[in-house]
């Protein structure tokens, strides 16, 4: 990368120097400055954009976006703890891919190849039309909305699987939501958060009862449902997407009897969590769940 | 069928300790096209990464590249 330099005079060196960084606007901390002559009422400097890592990522990602043949613009929207690069333009939606599967890899790639042969890494995020924050939105969203259905009905729901990043939203959102807890099960990349009523452990039940395999998972249905705002993304249409995706008419109709965990009550034994209903604590992930 | 082995070549070379030694051949097949990489083979561990982490990405890049032009591309290093 060609570092850029411009050249400035003014009637000091201090003035001379707040001349070049106006007319690249760059602070100061990101330029090497060169006096190239000082007199009395009269400076010149010339001033170097240092190469930071902010711009050889954005290099980077223009470069590899170039070679995709995709048509974007980028942007240095933080250039520190962690540097974070823009892309914008249209049509993007190829670039995010599924619940941002590409965007991931993609980053992954810029890591890569930014990381190649520096001890010191450091992590770089790229987000294509902030689609990061609407993703967080979504999911805080979603996880209110589950978590007042939860309150109201008192029975646990598994939301679909997540990134560990949307899992720690979940968790965090929820985190002071009165009447519920959240935990996670099951095996990365299918760990998923459940929301259950406070007082009630997804894990001893579970444990306890692995569900059969022709049962319908009626809580999971549940969470299915809603899959924000870009729902349609998986690309199958009406089809389980891991093969144990129930449908739509797995779930409880209107009207039909449900048998509701008691919230607010500590565990026991007695309870009538799932013991006595194994198609109700049906525990999607397995016989054994983590925390 | 567009040309994917500048892409290919440029992410790789880009990660390698030999770029020199890293040859990419584009062959073509009635439905798939392939992407061939060679290279050093201190490099080939590199390249796949932990769990095979980053060849997944450049595949998921080279698939979001060619996705653009109703092409189906795999990258396989041989």
Do not use: C
């Not at chain 1, 990365?188 to 444990?207: F, K, M, N, Q, Y």
């Not at chain 2, 082995?5 to 040859?23: F, N, Q, R």
């Amino acid at each position: 990368m060609t570092s850029t330099s411009v050249e400035a005079s003014g009637k000091t060196v201090d003035e001379a120097v707040e001349k070049a960084l106006e007319n690249l606007e760059e602070a100061r901390e990101n330029v090497e400055v060169e006096v190239l002559d000082e007199q009395p009422e009269e400076a010149r400097v010339r001033v170097t954009l240092r190469d930071t890592y902010a711009r050889k990522a954005r290099q980077v990602v223009a470069d590899l976006l170039l070679k995709m043949g995709i048509l974007a613009q980028v942007y240095i929207r933080k250039a520190d703890d962690p540097v974070m690069i823009d892309i914008g333009g249209e049509n993007l939606g190829l670039l995010i891919g599924w619940r941002g599967e590409t965007l991931r890899a993609f980053q992954t790639v810029v890591n890569l190849i930014l990381n190649e042969g520096r001890s010191d890494r450091r992590r770089l995020v790229v987000d294509v039309e902030h689609y990061r924050n609407r993703r967080e939105e979504t999911v805080k969203e979603m996880a209110l909305r589950l978590a007042e259905r939860v309150r109201r009905t008192g029975e646990r729901l598994v939301m679909d699987p997540m990134q560990a990043y949307e899992r720690r939203i979940v968790h965090i959102t929820l985190e002071k939501e009165p009447g519920v807890k959240t935990e996670s099960h099951g095996e990365e990349p299918h760990r998923r958060v459940a929301i259950l009523p406070d007082g009630v452990s997804a894990t001893r039940t579970a444990v306890d009862r692995p569900p059969p395999a022709s049962q319908p998972l009626t809580r999971q249905g549940a969470a299915y449902g809603d899959r924000g705002a870009y729902g349609d993304r998986g690309g199958y249409g009406d089809r389980p997407r891991y093969g144990d995706r129930p449908r739509f008419g797995d779930r409880p109709r209107f009207g039909e009897q449900r048998q509701p965990d008691p919230p607010g009550q500590p565990d026991s034994p007695g309870q009538p969590d799932s013991l006595g209903q194994p198609a109700e604590g049906a525990e999607p992930e397995g016989p054994e769940p983590q925390g | 069928m567009y040309d994917y082995t500048d892409l290919v070549g440029y992410i790789i070379k880009s990660i390698v300790a030999k770029p020199d030694e890293v040859k990419v051949t584009m062959v073509e097949g009635e439905r798939t096209n392939r992407v061939e990489v060679s290279l050093a083979n201190e490099d080939v561990g590199k390249v796949i990464g932990r769990g095979g982490r980053n060849i997944d990405a450049i595949r998921a890049v080279v698939r979001a590249a060619a996705l653009k032009n109703h092409d189906r591309v795999m990258v396989e290093i041989v």
